[in-house]
Every structure is written in structure tokens, then in C-alpha cells.
């Protein structure tokens, strides 16, 4: 008896160990291929949403598929390039009016902290000597400028999948050898495309009208960048919870770095956290409502795993691929217990609309 429970707990030392290894080997790939992998999420997205779009002109506007599918990669190319360069664009304005304005604000600063008492101004005022603010924004710069290359990387990995999409059905019944099995694992992915995809058209849609509130926001006050600051809103919203917080905080110290009048400061600043309160607390939620149904908790650890290994980028994946994770192993017995902390209500949902549909053998 003693031997046999030896011989068990030997094995699930060894399972253990084994699992250990497997998933520090994936971490170690995650971060070694994480450009052509960010890449490889980013144009699985635009294919999922422009398949969805391709369908739609092809039936209603009875438009050969070959036609919409060529206008879609046209379209995604020249888009994904235009905002490439854009985006560049803007980040070098920031980092040239920035540096400019710099000796302005902290010549402002001791004013500013004055009133804190002469103990905390010393440790302001040292804590800003320390952080280098130029050497990070001429960083930023720099990382911003992979955005081309990944752009092309993305473009390209779409027109593959836009040619390969014929093939798709009948390489899942090929790999599951079975009809069934096979129509459920479309049933999956179909379901993972539509609910990210509903979940970034309206994202997308709140975070342009926070952003438009926002650029009339500088616009009024006449400062500087206020184009820049929008799209930085507009980009930053698409981070759940964070990507807000940060958009109000730089928005605020440029208003400061480009003024220097505290006043000012908090005025802008105040506008910005109330246009992002409400359209946060009361817009966002009410379009989105079940859409996502995902722990509030669980999107924060995704956002603390995913920008750790990826960084920013994986800051913005981190929902889609909880979606997706969640879809995925509400469908598998041994991994539902993982679908249902995901879960809000710890009620996964597996996208079939049916929750008493057999779930994928294991």
C-alpha cells in the first residue's frame, strides 16, 4: 500500500515538474517571438473583423467575394499604414514640443509645490531630478518607430489568411476526423471572431468619442497637441481599467509641461477625468452590457500577465485572448474550472447559446 502511494505521489511530482518546464518554455517563447506574435493577434483580429464585413457586402450588395476580399486587404493595407505613420507623426511632435517645453515646467514646478511645505517639495523636486523625462520620451519615440515594420508583418500575415480562408473548414474536419466535432470547433471560433469583434467596434466607438471630447477640450483652451493628446486617448481607452487612468494623467502634464500655469492645469485636468468618468462608468457599460461578461479581476491579472510578457501591445491583446480562453475551455471538462473564474458570474459562456451541448472530448 505504502509503495503504491509512493509510486503515485512520484508521478504527480513528475507531472508537476513536467508542467513546471512546459510552461516556462512557453513563457520563454512568448517573449523571445513576441513581435511576430503580437503581429501574428493583431492581423487575426482584422481578419475576424473584416471576414465579418466581406460577408456582409458579398450578400447584400451581391459583390463577388474575390472583389470584397481584394477592396478589404487594399483597404487594410492602406489603412494600417496610414496609421502607422501617423501615429509617428504625432509622437514625434510630442517629443519636440516636450523637450522644448521642458525647462518652462520645471521652472514652474517650485511654485507648484510650494504650498505642499518645504519637506515635500525637496522630495519632489529630487524625485524629478532622478527620472530622466527626456532620455524616456526619446525612447518612447524610438519604440513607436517599430510600429512600420510591424504594420507590413500584419499586412502580410492577412493576405495569407485571406487565402488560406477556403481551406480552413476542411483542415478542422481533417485534424478532428470527425463532422461533428469538426462543426463544433467552427461553432468556437465563430464565436470567439463575433464577440471580440463586437466588443472592438464598440470600443472603438467610445473611445472615439472620449477622444473627440478630449481634442476640444485643448482645442478650447488653445493649447498645443491637441491632436496628439486625442489619438494618445484614443489609443490608451483600448486598455481596460489603466488605459484610461494614463490617458488623464499625460494629458494633464502636457497641459502643464506646455503651459505652466497650475490653474490651468486643473482645469483641463478635471475636464478630462470627468469626460473619461462618465463615458466610462455609464456609456461604456451600457453598449457593451453581456458582451463580454468576463471577471473584473481576471481582466486585471490579464492586463498584469500579457503587458509583463508583451508589454504594451499585449496590454491591448489581453481581452481578446481572455475571450478567447474563456470560449475555449468552457468547451473542455478539465479546463472548465478555468472558464468559470474567468466568468463574471461564474457562469462561462461557451458560445454555443445552448449550455447543455457536449462538450469537446479531452
Excluded at 509617428?88 to 509645490?113: G, H, K, M, S
Excluded at 463575433?194 to 472615439?208: I, Q
Excluded at 489603466?242 to 490651468?264: E, M, Q
Aim: proline share 4%; aromatic share 8%; with cysteine.
Amino acid at each position: 500500500m505504502d509503495q503504491s502511494n509512493e509510486t503515485v505521489l512520484r508521478e504527480r511530482l513528475q507531472t508537476g515538474f513536467l508542467g513546471i518546464i512546459a510552461f516556462s518554455l512557453l513563457l520563454f517563447m512568448l517573449v523571445q517571438a513576441r513581435f511576430i506574435l503580437i503581429s501574428l493577434a493583431i492581423a487575426i483580429i482584422l481578419f475576424s473583423l473584416t471576414s465579418d464585413a466581406i460577408h456582409a457586402i458579398s450578400s447584400r450588395l451581391k459583390v463577388p467575394n474575390w472583389l470584397a476580399t481584394t477592396l478589404a486587404l487594399i483597404g487594410i493595407a492602406l489603412g494600417l499604414l496610414w496609421i502607422s505613420t501617423t501615429i509617428l507623426a504625432q509622437v514625434n511632435e510630442i517629443v519636440f514640443l516636450a523637450i522644448t517645453y521642458a525647462e518652462r515646467a520645471q521652472a514652474a514646478l517650485p511654485d507648484l509645490t510650494a504650498r505642499l511645505g518645504p519637506e515635500a517639495q525637496e522630495r519632489i523636486m529630487t524625485a524629478l531630478t532622478n527620472f530622466n523625462i527626456t532620455g524616456w520620451i526619446r525612447s518612447l519615440a524610438g519604440q513607436a518607430s517599430g510600429i512600420l515594420s510591424g504594420s507590413v508583418l500584419v499586412i502580410l500575415f492577412v493576405g495569407f489568411m485571406f487565402a488560406e480562408q477556403v481551406w480552413f473548414p476542411t483542415k478542422i474536419e481533417r485534424l478532428t476526423g470527425d463532422p461533428v466535432q469538426a462543426r463544433q470547433v467552427r461553432r468556437i471560433i465563430t464565436s470567439i471572431m463575433h464577440r471580440v469583434n463586437r466588443y472592438l467596434v464598440v470600443k472603438t466607438g467610445v473611445s472615439a468619442v472620449t477622444s473627440a471630447l478630449v481634442w476640444v477640450i485643448f482645442s478650447i483652451a488653445g493649447l498645443e497637441l491637441a491632436t496628439a493628446v486625442a489619438i494618445l486617448t484614443f489609443i490608451l481607452n483600448f486598455i481596460p481599467s489603466v488605459g484610461s487612468i494614463v490617458a488623464t494623467v499625460i494629458g494633464t502634464i502636457l497641459v502643464f509641461v506646455l503651459t505652466g500655469d497650475p490653474t490651468l492645469t486643473l482645469i483641463i485636468g478635471v475636464s478630462i477625468t470627468l469626460v473619461q468618468f462618465v463615458i466610462g462608468n455609464v456609456l461604456d457599460p451600457m453598449l457593451l452590457g453581456q458582451t463580454l461578461r468576463l471577471s473584473s479581476f481576471g481582466i486585471i491579472l490579464s492586463l498584469a500577465f500579457w503587458g509583463a510578457v508583451w508589454g504594451v501591445p499585449g496590454m491591448f491583446l489581453a481581452v481578446p485572448i481572455m475571450v478567447a480562453l474563456m470560449i475555449v475551455c468552457a468547451h473542455i471538462p478539465w479546463l472548465r474550472p478555468v472558464a468559470v473564474m474567468l466568468s463574471r458570474e461564474g457562469l462561462p459562456d461557451d458560445g454555443s447559446g445552448d449550455p447543455t451541448e457536449e462538450p469537446l472530448a479531452a
